[in-house]
């Protein structure tokens, strides 16, 4: 089969095309940020007129800077997602983000609860989903996401932890946590299966099973690490104000992936204790 990775310079991307060769794949266009900007629709339809599957994984990350740069964030991960959605239609997979929540559930979020969100990232987001699903192909929603490759919150506990004797987390706000190696092999599943008609379009969730805050993620980091735990304080949100409104729960339910031959991701934590090696770094 013919893949094409996009935002293949990423912490997602980057694992995208380690699992593709991980599985034996080897027509593979990965596409980073500088060979294809998907905000250019002629370039996209080019792209893709030869692929079989096309993970989208391109997108504007930055959830605080989209407060003050709302269209900017939309024309990445909302119209140029639209683009993708029609010149790939079913044989695009996008990742989107639980950011299209609002976060006020105590439950897993089933994946066609309408869409809530809170901030501009959220609502930017929920316009590439309606595009994707609208053209057939498929939205995998994922949530709190770390990796060998990039920023993100477990590297950055493991960092600060040779700088400073106590950290304040915030222990009021319940996700997932999910290594981007993990769902990077999930979203090859499920590519395989698009390509077979092994499993229909629609949305899905691409994230760890159970839960935990931020807290309990450092906490965790650290005894992986051989730190103390207890070197990491509760907190609340309101000491850390930010720009961009966060859902307080980000736990998502994954009961479409049943009957597909694609299985759900495990739990974070034993997720979490594959990762780490790659992290220390």
């Known amino acids: 089969m013919r893949w094409l990775v996009t935002g293949a310079g990423g912490m997602l991307g980057r694992d995208l095309v380690v699992a593709?060769?991980?599985?034996?794949?080897?027509d593979?266009?990965?596409?980073?940020?500088?060979?294809?900007?998907i905000t250019d629709p002629?370039?996209?339809?080019?792209?893709?007129?030869?692929?079989?599957?096309?993970?989208?994984?391109?997108?504007?990350?930055?959830?605080?800077?989209?407060?003050?740069?709302?269209?900017?964030?939309?024309?990445?991960?909302?119209?140029?997602?639209?683009?993708?959605?029609?010149?790939?239609?079913?044989?695009?997979?996008?990742?989107?983000?639980?950011?299209v929540f609002d976060g006020t559930a105590t439950t897993p979020i089933p994946e066609g609860t309408p869409h809530a969100p809170l901030n501009a990232y959220?609502?930017?987001?929920?316009?590439?989903?309606?595009?994707?699903?609208a053209a057939g192909g498929y939205v995998v929603r994922t949530a709190w996401l770390y990796g060998e490759h990039g920023p993100n919150f477990v590297r950055t506990m493991l960092r600060l932890a040779a700088d400073r004797d106590t950290l304040d987390v915030v222990d009021d706000q319940r996700g997932s946590p999910t290594w981007s190696l993990a769902l990077a092999r999930q979203l090859v599943a499920l590519g395989r299966a698009q390509a077979a008609g092994r499993?229909?379009?629609?949305?899905?969730?691409?994230?760890?099973?159970?839960?935990?805050?931020?807290?309990?993620?450092?906490?965790a980091a650290f005894e992986e690490a051989g730190l103390d735990p207890a070197r990491i304080r509760p907190t609340t949100s309101d000491r850390f104000v930010r720009p961009a409104r966060r859902p307080a729960y980000s736990v998502l339910g994954h009961a479409r992936w049943?009957?597909?031959?694609?299985?759900?991701?495990?739990d974070w934590r034993p997720m979490l204790s594959a990762a780490m090696p790659s992290l220390r770094g």
């Not at 593979?28 to 900007?37: I, K, S």
């Not at 939309?74 to 993708?84: C, F, K, P, Y």
């Open 122 to 133: 959220g609502r930017g987001k929920a316009v590439g989903e309606k595009a994707v699903l």
């Open 199 to 219: 499993v229909a379009p629609g949305a899905y969730h691409g994230t760890a099973a159970g839960s935990t805050t931020w807290c309990g993620l450092a906490r």
């Open 28 to 37: 593979v266009l990965a596409a980073t940020r500088a060979e294809l900007d």
């Open 258 to 266: 049943a009957g597909t031959g694609v299985e759900p991701l495990s």
């Open 20 to 26: 593709l060769a991980e599985a034996g794949e080897t």
């Open 42 to 99: 002629s370039a996209v339809r080019d792209a893709v007129k030869n692929a079989d599957v096309v993970l989208n994984a391109a997108a504007w990350t930055d959830v605080d800077g989209a407060e003050s740069a709302e269209q900017a964030a939309t024309a990445v991960n909302g119209e140029a997602v639209r683009v993708l959605a029609e010149a790939a239609g079913r044989r695009l997979i996008s990742v989107s983000t639980d950011y």
